[in-house]
């Protein structure tokens, strides 16, 4: 039995290892202020959360009337956190990659703690499904910003950038 444990704990951070995907759970005081003072959300908004973990940002943004969506990687967190919001008809916890998925039409907000390898991409790829959607979308960053791109608002160590669809700017993705 306690073979059997271990080698569960050893796949798990084995596999965060090798996705890169690190688990850093968020302090709902500082979503919260980013969710009100950065960025406030109401029930027009739908935020995706990229790497949601237990899901204390789709929690936060649905406090706040928004529907919220998470993609994790981690089978664990997203059992976590399907169990955590479970009575939450707001929250949609999916065992998705990020990068393989397109985003819902009626997204506004994307909501990331990347790491600083990951951050310019992660950028490029909702600069990518705002030109697919035809809209902007909220860009919201905790503890990096991106690399040559100021931030349009900063509270503590969440940033904001608007990230517009280039589609008529003269500008090709």
């Known amino acids: 039995m306690w073979l059997w444990i271990a080698f569960g704990i050893i796949f798990a951070v084995g596999f965060v290892a090798f996705t890169g995907a690190p688990y850093v759970p968020s302090k709902r005081r500082d979503v919260r202020r ?68 397109d985003l819902p039409r009626a997204t506004t907000v994307v ?3 990347g790491e600083g390898r990951d951050i310019t991409k992660m950028y490029q790829k909702v600069q990518s499904e705002a030109e697919r959607l035809g809209h902007s979308i909220a860009f919201i960053t905790y503890g990096f910003d991106v ?9 503590g160590a969440h940033h904001l950038y608007t990230i517009e669809p280039l589609q008529g700017q003269g500008i090709t993705v």
Do not use: C, M
């Open 147 to 155: 690399p040559g791109i100021k931030p349009q608002l900063s509270v």
């Open 34 to 101: 980013a969710l009100t003072e950065l960025y406030p959300l109401s029930d027009k908004d739908v935020l995706i959360d990229i790497g949601s973990g237990d899901g204390i940002v789709l929690r936060e943004a649905s406090r706040l009337g928004a529907k919220a969506i998470g993609y994790e990687i981690h089978p664990v967190l997203v059992a976590i956190s399907r169990l955590l919001s479970r009575n939450d008809e707001r929250v949609t916890t999916k065992l998705a990659n990020f990068w393989s998925v």
């Open 111 to 113: 909501y990331t703690f």
